[in-house]
């Protein structure tokens, strides 16, 4: 029997997401310093910053994109820097909505929602497909199942995309700066998306660029500057209460 940590413990005690004192070098170059928060179970996390503050590679730590070189994060009562994590699982329950959508060219929408479901959770394939259809007519892709990835926007590759993170069935989705990549007519229609999803009760952690996202939608707001948590509560404190210099400058460029 495998003594792996498969973070399958359903009576953890909230936060479902905690970081502790995280830090991250890249060569001599600290990019991540003594970062801490917790995400609380339906929560939705959203992370502002200026380019270049560590927001990404924040994220990319979370499931283990990147490794950190100090500190912990702890995910459902288990730390995922543990030799024995296996972090195959942990990528599986803390999804990631990449701004460069990854999605495979040869596979029509679909497919590209039903591959994982059945090569990673072992699905059978009327199962997948079922669970797949259902997240793409929520996302507004319903009409375009066989439309081969090369035929859609990229306002509808990103719906593809969170579609296909919300048929893993995750505990948590990570989205990365998921509008970036858009044509500007295309980002609220994305937004849209993650405002419903947000609504559904998925617990989410999101950087990006999109003030209005973080205002309405946020649970916690985090703002990052040089590697460092600058300022960090509600959104009404973030956009109304702060008094740091550093925040309301970035504020009122945005």
């Known amino acids: 029997m495998s003594d792996k940590i498969l973070f399958d413990n359903t009576t953890y005690e909230e936060p479902i997401l905690a970081i502790r004192n995280l830090s991250k070098h890249f060569g001599s170059t600290e990019v991540l310093k003594d970062i801490s928060f917790e995400v609380k179970k339906g929560e939705c996390t959203v992370i502002i910053g200026p380019s270049g503050s560590g927001k990404s590679t924040l994220l990319r730590c979370l499931n283990l994109l990147e490794t950190p070189t100090g500190g912990n994060i702890i995910f459902k009562g288990n730390n995922t820097l543990d030799k024995k994590a ?50 793409l007519r929520k996302v507004g892709m319903g009409e375009r199942l066989h439309f081969k990835i090369s035929q859609i926007s990229g306002g509808q590759k990103q719906r593809v995309a969170i579609a296909r993170s919300l048929s893993m069935s995750p505990d948590i989705i990570l989205f990365d700066e998921p509008t970036s990549a858009l044509d500007p007519e295309m980002i609220q229609e994305v937004l849209e998306v993650m405002r419903s999803v947000a609504k559904t009760g998925m617990t989410m952690v999101v950087v990006t660029h999109e003030m209005s996202f973080a205002h309405d939608v946020a649970t916690n707001v985090i703002f990052m500057d040089k590697g460092l948590i600058v300022d960090q509560g509600t959104p009404n404190h973030i956009f109304n209460e702060s008094t740091n210099e550093r925040l309301l400058k970035f504020i009122s460029k945005e």
Do not use: H, P, W, Y
């Not at 699982?89 to 040869?106: A, P, T, W």
């Not at 039903?114 to 090569?119: A, E, L, R, S």
């Open 86 to 135: 296996d972090i195959n699982c942990l990528r599986e329950k803390v999804s990631m909505v990449f701004q460069s959508f990854d999605l495979f060219n040869n596979m029509d929408v679909l497919a590209n929602c039903v591959i994982g479901q059945t090569k990673v959770l072992k699905r059978n394939k009327e199962e997948a497909i079922r669970i797949a259809t259902e997240n």
